[in-house]
């Protein structure tokens, strides 16, 4: 059987810990020695900081996503829109006037109108 030894902590702090150790371990002695195991098989200090949390990759990847949002918007209404317009008036299509085909020239005679009339005088008959 091994032997007990006594550590003196806070009272703030044993509680704490007295708390964390009955809700993951038999013991309080286990608990200890897997804190203390999962600090060194891991090479991290309790002191560093293990970097980003969820709640701010979550507000980063929102922040990119309205970015990407706007970009998309943005192209939606300079390029694919006016775009779109194009294509559609290039497909409508309107019945083109009937216009006979001209196989060949028809040559209509004017009627020549006549430029210069001689006078008629009541007083010049014959």
């Given at each position: 059987m091994d032997s007990f030894t006594g550590i003196r902590f806070k009272k703030e702090t044993a509680k704490r810990?007295?708390?964390?150790?009955?809700?993951?371990?038999?013991?309080?002695?286990?608990?200890?020695?897997a804190i203390l195991?999962?600090?060194?098989?891991?090479?991290?200090?309790?002191k560093e900081n293990l970097?980003?949390?969820?709640?701010?990759?979550?507000?980063?990847?929102?922040?990119?996503?309205?970015?990407?949002?706007?970009?998309?918007?943005?192209?939606?209404?300079?390029?694919?829109?006016?775009?779109?317009?194009?294509?559609?008036?290039?497909?409508e299509t309107e019945e083109p006037s009937k216009k006979p085909l001209i196989v060949e020239k028809k040559f209509v005679e004017e009627k020549k109108k006549v430029r210069f009339r001689e006078k008629q005088n009541p007083t010049n008959q014959f």
């Open positions: 810990f007295q708390k964390f150790s009955r809700t993951h371990f038999k013991s309080h002695t286990e608990a200890m020695a195991d999962f600090f060194f098989y891991n090479e991290i200090s309790p970097g980003p949390t969820g709640r701010t990759i979550e507000a980063k990847l929102l922040k990119r996503i309205n970015a990407v949002i706007a970009i998309l918007r943005d192209v939606e209404k300079t390029q694919t829109k006016p775009t779109a317009a194009v294509m559609q008036s290039l497909f």
